[in-house]
């Protein structure tokens, strides 16, 4: 329980000390100039104490720097890619403007001129999905300090964000994918075809090797996937389980990939490589063959991202169910297909009005 001892100062004024211990038995104290000031806190620490609340006010003098050097080091089940982004946006974002402040002196209204300038052109001008990531970082870490019993409360929790607007997606025609598959470097016409048709993510593409491609069943197999974090080339598997799917290829793109093929490879072999036969890193791939073929067909603006969208625009144009859609592109569930690309779906109004016209009962 909570004491309050009351002293002489040496200007002979008196003070009140506010005694108590905290959870691990140790003891402490805290000095105020008015008793009622000195009870008031008694008060809420004995409240803390029988909710199991009590902190020890010395454990928020940790910086936020100090304690995500302690805490980084503990996190688990992350891929490396969302590992290597999630450090990278502390270091850059959270670290300059918060990396020296003791978790005991965050405070909410710094924190919301932090988002504020985040997204301002005289700050760091992100976008909004990306601020979202930013602050998911910066919120995680300090939960882990609440849940450490180093502060009472996370003050970055439930911070007001910018909202993140649907960004229009970008469709091409089969014939524009064609268009696509004859500018770039013939090495590269199948991975277009495969993107375009296939749907795979660009990271399945890269990760694709021979013994998972059937091209007598006309079946690709994704299993595996490329990531490139911090110019170290990684193997691992999709991001999700429902990524690891069987993908149907059309003839003609069997045909771009048995062009392809050579008794020289080893099933173990990437389909798609580098043209000294390593594994593609992205960025450069990007610059020396992606964007030049882009250019070349007059389809900018372009991601490689852009024909996944597209592939799904095509099954959809050509009949295929949103459950169907979700299997065949490895989405979680047939909602993130519908919210996405629900627009693609025909409209059955008319249809539906024309058969509730026939409830009108007869005459």
């Known amino acids: 329980m909570a004491s309050i001892l009351e002293k002489r100062l040496k200007d002979g004024s008196r003070a009140y000390l506010v005694r108590f211990r905290t959870a691990d038995g140790e003891e402490r104290s805290k000095q105020f100039k008015r008793k009622r000031e000195a009870e008031a806190y008694a008060n809420l620490v004995e409240v803390d104490r029988r909710a199991g609340g009590l902190i020890d006010p010395r454990l928020g003098r940790i910086t936020v720097g100090e304690w995500w050097d302690r805490w980084w080091p ?7 890619s969302t590992r290597a982004r999630d450090a990278q946006y ?26 504020a300038d985040l997204g301002s052109q005289s700050g760091s001008n992100l976008a909004p999905a990306t601020i979202h990531k930013v602050v998911q ?7 882990a300090a609440v849940e450490d019993r180093l502060i009472p409360h996370n003050p970055v929790a439930k ?33 277009v075809l495969v993107a375009g048709f296939g749907g795979l993510r660009l990271g399945e593409l890269l990760g694709l090797r021979w013994e998972n491609v059937y091209l007598e069943a006309q079946r690709i197999q994704v299993l595996e996937t490329l990531v490139d974090v911090e110019a170290q080339i990684e193997f691992g598997p999709p991001k999700t389980r429902a990524s690891l799917r069987p993908v149907p290829i059309p003839s003609f793109v069997v045909e771009a990939l048995q062009a392809l093929d050579s008794p020289e490879h080893s099933a173990y072999d990437l389909v798609f490589r580098s043209p000294k036969g390593q594994p593609i890193r992205p960025a450069l791939f990007r610059r020396r063959f992606w964007t030049p073929a882009v250019r070349k067909a007059g389809l900018e603006p372009l991601r490689m991202h852009d024909l996944r969208h597209t592939a799904v625009s095509l099954w959809i144009a050509d009949g295929a169910h949103p459950k169907q859609v979700a299997a065949l592109a490895g989405h979680t569930s047939v909602s993130v297909v519908l919210d996405r690309y629900g627009h693609l779906y025909p409209s059955h109004h008319a249809d539906l009005l024309e058969r509730m016209e026939r409830r009108r009962p007869s005459a």
């Open 137 to 143: 970082v910066f919120n995680k870490l300090v939960t």
């Open 159 to 191: 911070i007001p964000l910018p909202k993140i607007e649907p960004q229009e997606m970008r469709f091409l025609t089969s014939d524009e994918v064609w268009k696509l598959a004859d500018a770039i470097d013939p090495r590269y016409r199948a991975f």
């Open 74 to 80: 503990t996190v688990t089940n992350l891929r490396p």
């Open 90 to 115: 502390f270091r850059t974002h959270v670290r300059p403007a918060f990396g020296d402040t003791p978790l005991g002196k965050l405070d909410r209204t710094s924190i919301r001129k932090w988002v």
